[in-house]
């Protein structure tokens, strides 16, 4: 289980400290929630609501300024990156690095820890969409599509077979075609995985396959619950202020 306990997060800021005489710009407000293993959450919340930075947290790029960050009863909060994906925590970058002269056989074998054979790695990729035969010599660079490198990526986790996979904004920078063929993917990862996957995004359709969701808003969990209860009332409430803005 991953417990997240009055998580606090402000930056120096020298704007800040111009107009209201303070360094500080604080961007996450006493955040806690619980999340039981193997459960898919979505984390929804508009660009600088403090969602991204939620997820840098849970994935140690980023530190709190106040607050526990446990993983199975374990006090990971002061625990590098590297350490915590010792411990089996994984991160999707909004656009996923390349790594010039790597294939994409050589970074399945270097994320499960151990030498794939042929197989393992085919069946790896065609869990995600790819036929192997196209891609198992590829190298990571710029020849490869915002979209093939999310489904590279989101195969090089599932090799990991981690215990929380969070991925952030996984949507950014790849057409509708590959939006709607990765919704697929992360169902079948939900579905045949036992890790718990957190998914952080501003989009509605994304996160409908998740059993619950939180909303952020300006840093603080605006609201908690089942996805088939938040989402309706988030679209009804984006309905009226488009409605709104009209009138």
């Known amino acids: 289980m991953l417990e997240i306990s009055n998580i606090n997060v402000s930056f ?30 979505g984390i929804l919340g508009e660009s600088g609501s403090g969602k991204s930075t939620l997820a840098k947290i849970i994935a140690g790029i980023l530190k709190p300024t106040s607050g526990k960050i446990l993983l199975d009863g374990e006090d990971i909060t002061d625990l590098s990156i590297t350490e915590r994906a010792n411990k089996g925590i994984s991160y999707a970058f909004q656009q996923p690095v390349k790594f010039k002269g790597l294939k994409v056989k050589d970074l399945m074998s ?51 077979a981690t215990k929380l996979s969070v991925f952030d904004e ?12 990765l ?35 300006d840093g603080l969990v605006e609201k908690s619950g089942k996805g088939e209860d938040v989402i309706p009332e988030l679209l009804y409430k984006s309905s009226m202020c488009q409605k709104l803005s009209r009138d």
């Open 12 to 41: 120096r800021s020298e704007r800040q400290e111009k107009l209201f005489g303070t360094t500080r710009d604080q961007v996450l407000f006493d955040v806690s929630l619980k999340v039981p293993q193997g459960t898919c959450l």
């Open 110 to 160: 270097v994320a499960s820890g151990k030498t794939l054979d042929i197989k393992g790695i085919c069946d790896i990729l065609s869990e995600v969409g790819l036929c192997a035969r196209d891609y198992i010599n590829r190298e990571l660079n710029g020849s490869l599509s915002g979209g093939e490198l999310k489904r590279i990526e989101i195969a090089m986790i599932k090799a990991r």
């Open 170 to 181: 996984p949507e950014a920078g790849i057409d509708l075609w590959s939006f709607n063929s």
């Open 183 to 217: 919704i697929h993917v992360f169902e079948d990862l939900h579905e045949k995985t036992d890790g718990t996957i957190l998914i952080i995004s501003h989009q509605e359709r994304i996160l409908e396959i998740a059993d619950r969701i939180i909303v952020i808003n």
